[in-house]
């Protein structure tokens, strides 16, 4: 299994981040303890998003913490960052561990046990497990609750880490389920200030896996 | 240098072609004498891009015809597709060469000779040069007329397709520049009946390169 952390894991998008550039977000998420960070931005072409990774690769690095492309496993690979992240709409897990080799780090986004046993025999190193709650970015997801949550994570041996709807006042509760880490996206890149929030997760988090 | 086909190049758009799918304006189009696809839709997530190209793949395959794919290099790679296409918003060349490894057919665009050059030492086995002429289909693109295309086969040793305004009047112009192929779109598959017109292009094409 690769040895790399979740924890505190924060996705960008720009919808969300109050027209504040990806580097700041990362900037500030990182200096409040995030250790994973998600590039997500559907809008920027395969160019931008590479020119975008690089400088973003330079801030994670330099604090160690995970970098993960969402979608696409070229640019992922091109990049060399270490991982991607497959939604339901983007390429089959059995495809892009093919294409990706066995160092690239590949989450895959499940909202079931079934899925999740599936997906860990397909080449994903961790999960996505959620809607766990309403959210507001991505208010479509189906919710799934804490009991699903708990029942992903006890069907697989990868780690898991939940998203949607998560809070300070139910993270707790979230932690308890046996996640390594909790994914947020507008409670920290939608605050005020970015690494404030984040620093209020990420403590909480390493409290409960302690 | 890799063998393959360009001729008559159809390059998809699911603005243009009528309502009418993927595998219908390609089925056509080789039907017509297409010898090289281009699956390009920028609306479709990759998953629905793998899933659509193995369609196509089985047709392009019944005619030995070369199937490249826009844009994504994961996705070519992941369909096994003869190619992939970049365009200035796309991967860099240099990085997609070392993702995709030597045998994926990679083609680029380009408008000048430098770039041709460019392109041809940093990986692209084949150029598609324009616009050539005003287009329908990409209005935005810069013309770079006949001299400029010219110049560009002239440049380089690798194949080059022309692409942008092409019709049956202009067509034999555009192959007397020493182009190995022609590059349509709204020509094509804006017409009512796609295989007939793929049909005089194609002869017309195949008659230049005797």
Chains 1, 2 share one sequence.
Do not use: C
């Not at 059995?94 to 690239?104: C, E, Q, S, T």
């Amino acid at each position: 299994m690769k040895d790399f952390e979740l924890k505190l894991y924060v996705i960008t998008d720009p919808l969300i981040s109050r027209g504040r550039s990806h580097q700041e977000v990362v900037s500030r998420s990182l200096a409040g303890g995030a250790r994973a960070i998600q590039l997500r931005d559907k809008g920027l072409s395969a160019r931008e998003l590479v020119e975008e990774g690089r400088e973003i690769l330079r801030l994670t690095r330099r604090t160690r913490a995970t970098l993960i492309i969402n979608d696409r496993v070229d640019v992922a690979l091109a990049l060399e960052a270490e991982g991607v992240h497959l939604g339901e709409e983007d390429l089959p897990l059995p495809l892009a561990r093919k294409i990706a080799g066995p160092d690239l780090i590949i989450g895959a986004t499940v909202r079931s046990p079934e899925k999740a046993l599936w997906a860990q025999e397909n080449g994903a190193d961790y999960l996505g497990a959620g809607a766990v709650f309403p959210s507001f970015s991505k208010d479509s997801a189906p919710v799934i609750g804490l009991d699903t949550l708990r029942e992903i994570v006890k069907a697989v041996s990868i780690p898991v880490v939940a998203i949607g709807g998560i809070n300070l006042s139910n993270l707790s509760q979230v932690m308890d389920t046996g996640v390594k880490g909790a994914a947020l996206i507008s409670s920290v890149i939608g605050a005020e200030d970015i690494e404030g929030e984040a620093e209020k997760f990420s403590s909480a988090i390493n409290r409960k896996l302690l």
